[in-house]
Each structure stands twice: as C-alpha cells, then as structure tokens.
C-alpha cells in the first residue's frame, strides 16, 4: 500500500487537482482585479491602491507556480508513456 502512495499515477493526480485549484485562485485574482481596473481611479479607496501592486505581484507569482505545476505534469505523463507502442 504503502508504494501507491508514493506512484507516480497518484501523483499525477494530486498535481492535477493542485493546478485546477491554483487556477480557480488565478481566475478569482483576475477576477477582482479587473473590478479594481475596472471602477477606475476616481472610485478606488486608497486601500484598493495599495493592495493592487501587491495583488498583480501574487497573480504574477501563481502564474508562474502554476507553470511549473504544468511542466511537471507534462514531465510524469510522458515519463509514463511506453516509448515505443507495442
């Protein structure tokens, strides 16, 4: 049981199920930016001005962490294809 844990089926999996969360927090990120970007600068509260740096710099970092997330996946599902079909 214990090697099931650890397979690379199973981890797969887990990448999978983390890069679709990540992607709901991207699009939720997104998402209230563009109401930010939207309302325009006359409308924003100083503290939506200050937290907007701080917000594009988070979405800039999970993009990238989801990027990884994505060639890591990429890397197990070719390790697991059989190089030659039989």
């Known amino acids: 049981m214990d090697e099931q844990l650890h397979s690379p089926a199973r981890r797969l999996i887990e990448l999978r199920i983390a890069h679709a969360e990540l992607d709901g927090r991207i699009d939720a990120l997104m998402t209230a930016l563009g109401v ?6 006359r409308a924003l509260a100083s ?4 937290a907007a740096p701080c917000d594009e710099l988070t979405l800039r970092r999970l ?4 990027l990884a997330m994505r ?3 990429a890397r197990l ?5 059989p190089d030659e079909p039989a």
């Open 63 to 66: 993009k990238k962490q989801r």
């Open 36 to 41: 930010v970007a939207a309302a325009g600068p």
């Open 77 to 81: 599902e070719r390790a697991s294809d």
């Open 47 to 50: 503290d939506a001005i200050a």
């Open 71 to 73: 060639d890591e996946i």
